[in-house]
C-alpha cells in the first residue's frame, strides 16, 4: 500500500512511519512532505497514493487547502495535535482522525477500517458524526480570555485586550494594550489555534500579533518586513519570508 505522509514536524513524521513498520508493514511510505505547496505540486505531478496521512497544521497553513489546490482522490487519516477542525475533517475524503501523540491501537484501527472500506468498495457515511461534532464545535469557539495569576491571585484578561501575544525563553506572554504583560499556561502554536484568525496572525515562531498593535511596517532584507508594535518591546518583529504574503492578504481583508 503506497501511502504518503504530510507532516512538518520531522520528529512526529518519524514517530508515524516507526508506527506504520511495526504494525502495517504492507504501508510503503513513497513520500514526506512538509506544507501545503509542496503537497498540491507533488499531488499534481505523481499518481495518486493509496492512503494519505496529513496533519492538519502544516508550515504554511491547513491543510485543508490542499483540497482546494488540487483535486485529492486518495483516501485521508487526519493527525494533529487539536481537534477544533475535526468537523471539517470528516468532511474531506476522511477515513479517520487521530489525535497527537497517536497511539499504536487507534492507529491500528484506522487502518483497518480503511482496508475494510477499501475491500467493500464503501463510502464512509459522516452524515452522522459531522452533526455530532457540529454541535460539539459550535460550543467551543475561539478563546474570549485567559486565566492569569498575579501573586497569590487569579485573574483573567479578555482577548480583546491582548496586543500581541510573545514567546521569550520557552514562556508565553499576553502583552495587553494598557501596557501590563502577563504569562499565558500556552504555547504559541497551542495560541495559535484558540484565536480568531480574522483578529491575530503568526508573523513568526515568537509573535502572534493583532493588526491594532501595528504602528508601523518596512520592508526589510530578504523579501521580509520588519513591524514596529504598540507597546513596544525589544523582540524579534520579522515577518518570516514565507509568511509575509499571507500576512499582507490578512491586513487586506
Same mark, same amino acid.
Given at each position: @500500500?503506497?501511502?504518503?505522509?504530510?507532516?512538518?514536524?520531522?520528529?512526529?513524521?518519524?514517530?508515524?512511519?516507526?508506527?506504520?513498520?511495526?504494525?502495517?508493514?504492507?504501508?510503503?511510505?513513497?513520500?514526506?512532505?512538509?506544507?501545503?505547496?509542496?503537497?498540491?505540486?507533488?499531488?499534481?505531478?505523481?499518481?495518486?497514493?493509496?492512503?494519505?496521512?496529513? /496533519?492538519?497544521?502544516?508550515?504554511?497553513?491547513?491543510?485543508?487547502?490542499?483540497?482546494?489546490?488540487?483535486?485529492?482522490?486518495?483516501?485521508?487519516?487526519?493527525?494533529?495535535?487539536?481537534?477544533?477542525?475535526?468537523?471539517?475533517?470528516?468532511?474531506?475524503?476522511?477515513?479517520?482522525?487521530?489525535?497527537?501523540?497517536?497511539?499504536?491501537?487507534?492507529?491500528?484501527?484506522?487502518?483497518?477500517?480503511y482496508y475494510r472500506l477499501n475491500r467493500q468498495h464503501e463510502t464512509?457515511?459522516?452524515?452522522?458524526?459531522?452533526?455530532?461534532?457540529?454541535? #460539539?464545535?459550535?460550543?467551543?469557539?475561539?478563546?474570549?480570555?485567559?486565566?492569569?495569576?498575579?501573586?497569590?491571585?487569579?485573574?483573567? #484578561?479578555? #482577548?480583546?485586550?491582548?496586543?500581541?501575544?510573545?514567546?521569550? /525563553?520557552?514562556?508565553?506572554?499576553?502583552?495587553? #494594550?494598557?501596557?501590563?504583560?502577563?504569562?499565558?499556561?500556552?504555547?504559541?502554536?497551542?495560541?495559535? /489555534? @484558540?484565536?480568531?484568525?480574522?483578529?491575530?496572525?503568526?508573523?513568526?515562531?515568537?509573535?502572534?500579533?493583532?493588526?491594532?498593535a501595528i504602528q508601523k511596517i518596512s520592508t526589510w532584507f530578504n523579501?521580509?518586513l520588519k513591524l514596529n508594535l504598540s507597546p513596544l518591546n525589544e523582540?524579534?518583529?520579522?515577518? +518570516?519570508?514565507?509568511?509575509? +504574503?499571507?500576512?499582507?492578504?490578512?491586513? /487586506?481583508?
Amino acid at each position: @500500500m503506497k501511502t504518503l505522509i504530510i507532516e512538518d514536524e520531522q520528529p512526529a513524521a518519524k514517530r508515524l512511519a516507526k508506527l506504520l513498520a511495526e504494525h502495517c508493514p504492507s504501508c510503503e511510505i513513497i513520500a514526506f512532505i512538509d506544507s501545503v505547496e509542496a503537497a498540491s505540486k507533488w499531488l499534481k505531478a505523481n499518481p495518486s497514493p493509496d492512503l494519505i496521512f496529513m /496533519d492538519i497544521q502544516l508550515a504554511d497553513g491547513l491543510s485543508f487547502d490542499i483540497f482546494s489546490k488540487t483535486d485529492v482522490t486518495a483516501p485521508v487519516i487526519f493527525t494533529t495535535a487539536f481537534d477544533q477542525y475535526t468537523l471539517r475533517a470528516f468532511k474531506v475524503n476522511s477515513i479517520d482522525y487521530l489525535l497527537k501523540p497517536i497511539d499504536p491501537e487507534e492507529l491500528k484501527t484506522a487502518i483497518d477500517k480503511y482496508y475494510r472500506l477499501n475491500r467493500q468498495h464503501e463510502t464512509f457515511d459522516r452524515s452522522g458524526i459531522e452533526r455530532m461534532l457540529e454541535s #460539539v464545535l459550535k460550543q467551543q469557539g475561539y478563546k474570549e480570555r485567559f486565566l492569569v495569576k498575579s501573586g497569590q491571585h487569579l485573574n483573567y #484578561v479578555p #482577548v480583546k485586550e491582548v496586543a500581541y501575544f510573545f514567546s521569550e /525563553d520557552g514562556i508565553a506572554f499576553a502583552q495587553c #494594550v494598557s501596557g501590563k504583560k502577563h504569562i499565558i499556561e500556552y504555547t504559541l502554536d497551542q495560541l495559535e /489555534d @484558540m484565536l480568531n484568525p480574522v483578529d491575530f496572525f503568526r508573523i513568526n515562531r515568537q509573535v502572534i500579533v493583532r493588526p491594532e498593535a501595528i504602528q508601523k511596517i518596512s520592508t526589510w532584507f530578504n523579501s521580509r518586513l520588519k513591524l514596529n508594535l504598540s507597546p513596544l518591546n525589544e523582540l524579534n518583529l520579522i515577518v +518570516s519570508r514565507d509568511r509575509v +504574503s499571507d500576512f499582507k492578504k490578512w491586513l /487586506d481583508k
